[in-house]
């Protein structure tokens, strides 16, 4: 509650309101964790739906994770779903959380620049688009960081702060500060193909694949990785990271990092199975997201 507050604060002391745009896996997951942790938060979607799950699924969060029901109310306060994008002109931070593209990313930081203060900091959440791209669309690059977070977010510490070429230290310090006062651990990397984590993350998921396209069952590869310790296994991290996401980032990757795009993981995706948000990848899933055996 309070004394987290004023500890967020006094380490970000400039940003108190963070702006949160895509509500998909990441986006709701952050601001969860934001507003949760004291900053307050506005989230925008265009689908009414997806902002009214992210609503749900706070008061979910906060519940289980906040003392009492004043803290929870609190929260829930400082969670605000934002259809219009309104949040954005009181904004000391947004962060960028929608699809895996260059394209929409691009256009989306074009129309951003245009409405939000000039002190705002600008984040994207992307795993493999270099920086240097998404900011190409504006006009100030050198307020642009990456803000690489992993998902589950309440359960990953690390964060990634990435560093394009016409990042400003002024605008990384701000990033660190921020991760810091939501208690996450920033890493430092340069804006380089799959940053540190996903360039040795994406090859380790794509062969999980080949093995699976060769015939190898599913749960024999995934329960190979976790006795040996890997707290999930690589097809069941695919099917939660979602298997669109994986596709975009491995397409993103396969010249620099010089990996192979499976087959499979395109035929999945063609065909909607998108992995635990959909109810169905590699596993299938209930509606809660659980997993179903095979
Ligand atoms: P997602 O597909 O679950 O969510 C994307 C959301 O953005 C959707 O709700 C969609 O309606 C919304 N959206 C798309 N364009 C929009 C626009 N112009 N304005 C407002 N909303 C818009 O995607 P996910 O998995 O959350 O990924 C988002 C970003 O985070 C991507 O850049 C991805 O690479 C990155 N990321 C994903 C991780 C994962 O495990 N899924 C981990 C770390 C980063």
Known sequence: GESLKRHGRAQAHDIEHVHIVGAGVMG???????????FRVSLQDR???????????????????LKDARA??????????????HGLKRADLV????????????????ALEQKVRPQAL?????????????GESLQDPSRLVGLHFFNPVAKMQLVEIVRGAR????????ARA???????LPLDVKSSPGFLVNRILMPYLLEAVKLVEEGVGVTTVDQAATQFGMPMGPIELADTVGLDICLSVAEELSGPLQVEVPARLRELVAQGQLGRKSGRGF???DKHGRRLTP
């Open 28 to 38: 709701a997951d952050i601001a969860i964790w934001a507003a949760s942790k004291g």
């Open 47 to 65: 689908e009414p739906a997806i902002l009214a799950r992210a609503v749900k699924r706070a008061y979910g969060f906060f519940k289980s994770k």
């Open 72 to 85: 929870v109310q609190e929260a829930m306060d400082r969670f605000m779903p934002d259809l219009e994008g």
């Open 95 to 110: 962060i960028e959380a929608i699809v895996e593209k260059v394209g929409p990313k691009q256009e989306l930081f074009r």
């Open 122 to 134: 600008l984040a994207s959440n992307t795993s493999s688009i270099p920086l240097e791209v998404i």
């Open 167 to 174: 990042t400003s230290e002024a605008a990384l310090a701000r």
């Open 178 to 184: 921020f991760t810091g006062a939501i208690e996450r």
């Open 283 to 285: 596993y299938a899933y």
